[in-house]
């Protein structure tokens, strides 16, 4: 028994890394706390004795009840049997120990009973053994379900074989059918796992690697189509074996997360795969895969920035205490060589403006300075008395603490820059169209040139992440930050090749709607980047940590249908999260109205747009009280539309402003603020773009515009406030302002709601849902396959725009429209 045990000690670990296991504990430590921690006392009563023997009874009746569920588990998995039984002898022998001390007597008859203190010890001894064995019998349940995750992973990674060798269309359904079913049942265990770990940084990962299989599905199936109807094409080829490598990568990780908790814990050198594959993704061009995340990313080893200044500003504040010696004064002066060399990461960046790197050089310059300044200070101080501290000491350690904030605010503002330069440009947009344009028409030297320049912004969009990734201070935006830089990494190759292939064949379908699929995924993680450089900014400007995880939907019902819209009333707690996202929405409007009245000139171009946007908002505040203009979701989704385009042309108007204000702090602020402004824009639009379906659906397309509109219209009334303070202080006067453009659209009622030119007798909600998908098209030999592959892992692409809610003088209620799709995936035409 002794050889067993040591046996399954040595094959088992108590790390609980799931929420599930841990939760299941809790109860039962905080009963087994209780029953050992009761007040000792020489003789208790015949009441307390009963009292005790009945908690005895009750911890031994759960175990055995515990015990014979953990039995049924081994009968069924042979190769955790052993285990698992010795793992419930353990645990019933222990709650038997257990009930037999809370049943002892040692007073005779007739006499009050008592319990003496070496049965104290007894009973803290039985409840240890007695946790150990239950954590044991989680832990190997736990296994199982490890093991189902990894067997349904290999079942994906089989079917994912077979579709890699077909060579024939009608061999193509067949495959690819079976690796949707496969699919689905990966996204169920994969998404219930992921919510089950415990950890914020294993969820990142698991989240990453579940994002790119999300994404991953459609490119595959029009990517292995192409590839079919065009064997001979070698930028077919590629793109399809990216694809495949893609996905592989996906479910590598997904195993070694979980079954050894991330890349870094594996053993595998800080790689979630082998160094073969890793210089296999080097020959081939793929970014070196990163130790933190085990994401593939291109940058270098070092810490990230926001680590750096940390571990310097600990080490900082710990000389108050040490004072400084020469052990201190070596880790001081490490700390600053890592915060340089990470700094070095933005001032070599090429897109970081020639100001922002003088100013992050004379900021370290100054840093480094106050530094030298604090050494010299403390070993004057430690050659006189070491143990009392001087205020000329403890005024240096401020100084540097105060500059080493001042640069990291300095690197967090290039960061922002250089994104506000990309989002304001919107070349993605641009370029693509641009791709789709020339090889539709057959132009190959045009697609070579557009190449280029589509791979200098991969680049740039590239360092964005790097440097985010660099600010971000928590574990799961620092993967998310990887995530993206790995992902444009890989995709933008793969856009490149489809391009091509459509321009060696401008009149294939296929190969048009390839390149269409390529860049809806494109954009979808440029939105995906926006989203992250929202964060890492609240972050670091110390306005939450919510993180947003990417990661798969469950499958759901998809597809279309003539059904007609039936209405349905909100649930009270969707009604109270509108209520309280318009309310919030209101006070921000007052504000912004409130600071827009203290300018004197009624014709300010920054108060007109300021008023304008904060009209519109407060229409969309009356909208969640079922009141106003706004009557349907269509009408909120297109009063939102102009609020995000308003909000651009605020933007530059105030650029023009801030021009005019000479350098100082307000400045920095106001370019603090007005930096966010373009990124707010464009997570606005496309949130917007997302096409929904059904109830759920649309509530949190509704949902997220009201959201955004906040968030932006809370940067307005900060940006409104700054600009008068500078207005006031520098005496500026803007009143020639461009005349408002209401881009194509009027001002109706009262000016609070824009909406594009349209037909009087134009019913919004006839809108249909079929349309904006264009699933409700002519119903090529495509259709069914392209449905299908949208619903395997409930992907938003394959979903229809949803219903409209509509407002009366009662709650809210929305119409929508249901359908599904129960059946397996449907034949096609072999002409493809």
Partial sequence: MAGLQQKNEAKLTLEIRTKSVEQTLVPLVTQIT???????????????????????????????????????????????????????????????????????????????????????????????????????????????????????????????????????????????????????????????????????????????????????????????????????????????????????????????????????????????YGSGYQQQQQQQG?????????????????????????????????????????????????????????????????????????????????????????????????????????????????????????????????????????????????????????????????VEELTVKFSEHQEQLEEVCKLFRHMASTDPLVITAEHNESFLHSLGPLILYSAHTLAQHPDSKIARENLEVFSDAWESQINDLSILVKEVNDVCQGRGDKVVYLSLPRPGKHGTTSRSPRPAKLDPEEQAKIAKLGLEMKLITTETDAEADKWEEPDNAVVKRAKNMSSMAFSMYLFTRGEGPLRTTQHLFVQAHFFAQEGTKLYSTIQHFAQRVPPCSHKEELMMYLERIPVCCHQLLHTLKAPTFGKTATFNKVDSAIQETKNLMNIVAKVVTTCFVCATKFNIDYRSSPTLSMAGGQVRGSGRWMTSSAPQGFDLRAVGSDGESGLGSSAGDNDALYRSASGLLGMQGGESSGGLYRSTSGPLEVLYRTSSLTKPLPSLEKTG
């Fill in 286 to 446: 793929a970014p070196i895969l990163n130790g933190d995340s085990g994401i593939g990313l291109g940058s270098s080893p070092h810490p990230t920035a926001s680590k750096a200044f940390s571990e310097f500003e600990d080490q900082l504040d710990m000389t108050r205490v040490t004072v400084i010696n020469p052990s201190v004064e070596d880790r001081l002066l490490s700390a600053f060589e890592c915060v340089k060399e990470t700094v070095e990461e933005f001032t070599d960046s090429y897109y970081t403006s020639h100001d922002a790197r003088e100013k992050i050089v004379q900021l370290s310059d100054n840093l480094r300075d106050d530094l030298q300044a604090m050494l010299l200070l403390g070993q004057n101080l430690n050659c006189r008395d070491p143990n009392t501290p001087t205020q000329d000491f403890e005024t240096a350690i401020i100084k540097t603490l105060e500059s080493s904030k001042i640069l990291r605010k300095q690197l967090l503002g290039t960061a922002m820059s250089q994104a506000s330069d990309l989002f304001r440009q919107n070349d993605d947009e641009g370029l693509l169209k641009s791709l789709r344009v020339s090889g539709i028409s057959g132009e190959l030297a045009r």
């Fill in 34 to 272: 209780t029953l050992v921690n009761h007040k000792e006392r020489p003789r208790l009563t015949e009441k307390q004795q009963h009292a005790l023997e009945k908690v005895g009874q009750a911890v031994s009746s759960a175990v055995d009840r515990f015990v014979s569920v953990g039995q049924s588990i081994a009968d069924e998995n042979q190769d955790i049997k052993a285990d698992m039984c010795l793992a419930c002898h353990d645990a019933r022998m222990a709650g038997a120990t257990i009930h037999r001390l809370t049943t002892c007597k040692n007073a005779v008859e007739g006499e009050e009973g008592s319990v003496m203190g070496a049965d104290k010890t007894a009973m803290v001894r039985a409840a240890r053994q007695l946790l150990s064995a239950i954590t044991k019998v989680l832990l190997l349940a736990d296994k199982v379900v490890v093991k189902q995750l990894l067997a349904s992973k290999d079942k994906v990674m089989r079917s994912l074989q077979q579709v890699e060798s077909v060579n024939n269309f009608t061999d193509f359904v067949s495959a690819f059918s079976q690796f949707g079913k496969d699919m689905v049942e990966l996204a169920h265990l994969s998404g219930d796992r992921q919510s089950d770990l415990k950890s914020d940084k294993h969820r990142a990962q698991m989240g990453s690697a579940r994002a790119i299989l999300e994404k991953s599905t459609m490119m595959l199936l029009l990517s292995c189509k192409t590839c079919l109807r065009h064997p001979d094409c070698s930028s077919a080829r590629h793109t399809r074996q990216g694809v495949f490598s893609l996905i592989r990568q996906s479910l590598e990780l997904i195993q070694v997360v979980v079954t050894k908790g991330g890349p870094e814990e594996g053993g595998c050198s800080g790689s979630m």
